[in-house]
């Protein structure tokens, strides 16, 4: 059973604060991996993907891909109040075909002012 | 054009009506998902459509009825509901087995009374 696990939350942090989301996978062949940001009640947007051990910065955010370590991170520096959401990790099914996803439960963010 | 757009926003049915949930994308994407996620849950597969042909069903039930009339269309047809089907349905896209990143409609929020 392919398993993605994230701590649930709540993560609290305060406004302008670096917030640190972490995950880990179970696939050691898995080579895609992706951030959803999910507000209450909408559905995910994708804000990051990685492919390579390192890190990947876009504006606020900076994914960390550890494959050795079977892990992946997601900073988001200057944390603001409008980044409270649920975060959801998912790891591409290379087992499977077709490229479908496999999420872990995701870890509620909460940013005070 | 580059989003995912479902039809209807929001769904009210009773057990015994037939209704169907529409997901459009104009991006040229030849993969097509649909999920269901229930509240504080990650989003679950249920069908995966590959070039227009069903490569993924897991498991569902056969009261879900998938259908991809063409490239840009896909359609969930329901029939025979049970409340614990209620839940918010997501559809996604991606572009091709070579891409992985992969996009989310805004969803349709079903309620089987």
Known sequence: ?113 | DTEVTQTPKHLVMGMTNKKSLKCEQHMGHRAMYWYKQKAKKPPELMFVYSYEKLSINESVPSRFSPECPNSSLLNLHLHALQPEDSALYLCASRLDRSYNEQFFGPGTRLTVL
């Open chain 1, 1 to 113: 059973q392919k398993e993605v696990e994230q701590n649930s939350g709540p993560l609290s942090v305060p406004e302008g604060a670096i917030a640190s989301l972490n995950c880990t996978y179970s696939d050691r062949g898995s080579q895609s991996f992706f951030w959803y940001r999910q507000y209450s009640g909408k559905s995910p947007e994708l804000i990051m993907s990685i492919y390579s051990n390192g890190d990947k910065e876009d504006g606020r955010f900076t994914a960390q891909l550890n494959k050795a370590s079977q892990y992946v991170s997601l900073l988001i520096r200057d944390s603001q109040p409008s980044d409270s959401a649920t975060y959801l990790c998912a790891v591409r099914n290379y087992g499977g075909s077709q490229g479908n996803l496999i999420f872990g439960k995701g870890t509620k963010l909460s940013v005070k002012p």
